[in-house]
């Protein structure tokens, strides 16, 4: 499956040559181990990959004896993997390195050597549990790693043409035509229902199955819940009522985040360490408010208001349904093809921020429920800051649509009050591309290009 951090990951080899480790971080089940080894195969004359997970006494001796003497380090290390290593052109993977947290530690001292490349992989919220008593390094460079996105989904299913048809269109603003619009649509829904975890991806392109695709979610779901107890310490229990929750929030017309209806009593601060927890874990996508839409989006935020997305859409799929229920009603292929009632608009803004989120925007979004003044009511549901900024309108404000049908209000009161600070404002919603007054609407499936 390609993968596009896998030029990323070239740019550090080009950029730094040597003088830094990279450290690949992200959720559970996302592909990190896989990705840095096909890397490591194509790009180096030979690697070591050591998996911390299932690793020999003889090569964590290696770390407790000899790192003081790294010749005889790498020495014993060839000799026990088998693999020759080449100065400046092998590379050893560390990987699950938060298993084994001397050997993050080490990444100091094999740095400075110089002789070969490291590349480390873990899940951020275990290795920042594991770092008690180690020095973590400063040589090191990280990556986060996501989801397969919308681009990386069609060309792991065959439809990279479409997808580079797609952004020819997006660049230029012009639609794609009645036939390849519905054909997107479908694809767009094929996304959101499978999502982006690699696992997930090869079951549907091997099986054409979604209930063996939501039996490998539900087993990453699983695991995910395995973390939390096992890494949460004694807020697991409010980390559970928050991963739990996030389904039904999404459900409500106002999607912010309430304590009161996770627990009853309960207020922000009362849950800030479970939030912080599942934000590290990269499991869910946090969505901030801001109290103002100008350029200082993040000297803006407002803690008080947060919305709490799944990282994978799919994910979020699995948790809305009960097991039963999608495979005794076919949900899945009701969803598929447009016949099944329900909320989608729940999945739809979870898949707009998913997107946007991977393509590397923070996430934020802008409310006012003011009793006073109509005009200063609004939602909008997420902001953006232009690549290159101005002395002017920096922040283009989106609003999701997931029916044919909708208003504008809140939009149109914030490109009003806000004039100086809005550039191109966008609607994403089921249909062709247009341009009208001033707004450039978009189909869903364009968001990640934003």
């Known amino acids: 499956m390609k993968r596009k951090i896998y030029n990323k990951i070239k740019e550090w080899k080009e950029r730094w040559n040597g003088r830094t480790a990279l450290l690949v971080d992200g959720a559970r089940r996302i592909g990190k181990s896989w990705i840095v080894e096909e890397f490591a195969k194509n790009e180096y004359k030979s690697y070591i990959l050591i998996d911390f997970n299932n690793v ?7 770390f407790e004896q000899y790192l003081t003497d790294l010749d005889t380090f790498f020495v014993r290390l060839s000799i026990y993997t088998g693999v020759k290593l080449y100065e400046r052109n092998s590379v050893i993977i560390f990987d699950e390195v ?3 947290p ?17 590349i480390e992989t873990g899940s951020l919220v275990s290795i920042n549990h594991n770092v008690k008593n180690i020095v973590i390094p400063s040589e090191e460079v990280r990556i986060d790693m996501y989801p397969m996105d919308l681009e990386e989904f069609m060309c792991a299913i065959g439809k990279h043409m479409l997808f580079d048809y797609l952004k020819d ?15 997107m649509m479908e694809t767009l829904r094929e996304y959101m229902l499978v999502g982006g975890m690699p696992q997930a991806v090869l ?3 091997e099986t054409k199955d979604f209930r063996d695709v939501d039996a490998v979610k539900r087993t990453i779901l699983a695991l995910y819940r395995n973390d939390i107890s096992k890494y949460a310490g004694r807020q697991a229990p409010n980390v559970t009522r928050v991963f739990d929750y996030i389904p039904g929030a999404l459900q409500q017309h106002e999607k912010k985040f309430r304590p009161s209806q996770v627990k009853k009593g309960y207020k922000m601060r009362d849950f800030s360490e479970a939030m912080f927890w ?12 801001t109290t103002e839409p100008s ?41 598929l093809r447009g016949k099944l009632e329900f909320n989608k608009g729940m999945l739809v803004e979870n898949l707009v921020a998913q997107l946007l989120h991977t393509a590397g925007h923070p996430l934020y979004f802008y409310s006012c429920s003011s009793r006073e003044n109509a005009d200063d009511r609004m939602e909008i549901d997420f902001l953006i800051r232009k690549g290159e900024i101005t002395s002017r309108h920096n922040i283009s404000p989106i609003e999701v649509k997931s029916t044919p049908n909708y208003r504008l209000t809140s939009l149109e009161k914030c490109r009003k009050k806000f004039t100086q600070y809005m550039g191109t404002a966008f609607v994403l919603h089921t249909k062709d591309v247009s341009k009208d007054n001033g707004i450039v609407f978009l189909p869903l499936y364009m968001a990640g290009l934003l």
Do not use: W
């Open 203 to 205: 079951s549907y392109i």
């Open 169 to 183: 269109r997006f660049e230029q603003l012009k639609p794609l035509g009645q036939s390849l619009h519905r054909q």
């Open 102 to 118: 001397k050997a993050r530690a080490a990444i100091k001292y094999l740095v400075k050597d110089g002789r070969y490349d490291y």
């Open 56 to 62: 020999s006494d003889n090569i964590t001796e290696l």
């Open 295 to 335: 350029v200082g989006l993040a000297l803006n935020r407002d803690d008080s208001k947060v919305k709490i997305y799944m990282a994978d859409t799919g994910l979020l799929v699995s948790m809305a349904f009960g097991e039963s229920d999608l495979e005794q009603g076919g949900i899945y292929e009701k969803i």
């Open 278 to 289: 599942l934000d590290e874990s990269r499991v869910a996508n946090f969505c901030y408010g």
């Open 98 to 100: 938060q298993m084994y």
